[in-house]
């Protein structure tokens, strides 16, 4: 007698509950709280930081969110909470350093694509992230990553202008959070902001 084939697995539970299929996620099944749980435990630099504790995804959002805020003070809520989330599908496909995103090539992109989609689509963003804002996202992004190279991940100077750009100058609040924070920390910070995005944005139209 033949045994049936089962299809590969394509899916994750989550500890809500809610099992993600990462071929066709839904927004109903994004929760915030696994967002957080899960990108507190993801570590950037694949953990290769100093200090007791690894800097994870969920700091280096706030990280990113801060510097954008910094930059652009005059953005809505709305547009903040993308910056929070532009990492967000990490909590399910992991940090995967820039080499190796390199050497998967369009097929990684396509899932983490997918999920931010469903993961804006779930908190009343739009599913694509505007162009300018995007690029805006992307440049505090690159000064995050000049930030976390130097500090915590033994790149020197010269190096980290090579592949992440000239840093701007920033205000000492905003550099406070590149001291690693513990997992339980890092989650609660990152659920704190995600909470204080929200009336604004519930109340104004995304621009």
Do not use: C
């Not at 994870?56 to 510097?67: D, G, M, N, P, W």
């Not at 090539?105 to 993961?119: M, N, P």
């Not at 690029?135 to 790149?155: N, Y």
């Amino acid at each position: 007698m033949t045994r049936a084939l089962v299809p590969p697995r394509a899916w994750q539970r989550m500890l809500s509950g809610r099992r993600l299929d990462l071929l066709d996620p839904s927004p109903l099944d994004i929760e915030i709280a696994d967002i957080a749980h899960g990108l507190a435990r993801v570590a950037r630099w694949n953990g290769q930081t100093q200090g007791p504790h690894s800097f994870s995804v969920a700091q280096h959002s706030l990280l990113v969110e801060a510097i954008a805020d910094h930059l652009n003070p005059e953005w809505s809520n709305a547009w903040r909470l993308m910056a929070l989330l532009h990492d967000a599908p990490e909590y399910v496909i992991g940090d995967m350093i820039s080499p190796f995103k390199t050497v998967m090539g369009d097929a990684y992109k396509a899932v983490e694509t997918r999920l931010l989609a469903a993961i804006h689509l779930r908190h009343g963003l739009p599913a694509t992230t505007p162009a300018i804002l995007k690029r805006r996202i992307k440049d505090a992004d690159r000064i995050a990553a000049f930030l976390e190279a130097t500090e915590l991940a033994g790149f020197g100077r010269e190096e980290a202008l090579r592949y992440f750009g000239r840093p701007q100058a920033l205000p000492r609040a905003v550099l406070a959070l590149l001291e690693p924070l513990s997992t339980e920390a890092a989650q609660a910070r990152f659920l704190a902001r995600f909470a204080a995005l929200q009336p604004e944005r519930n109340a104004q139209p995304v621009r």
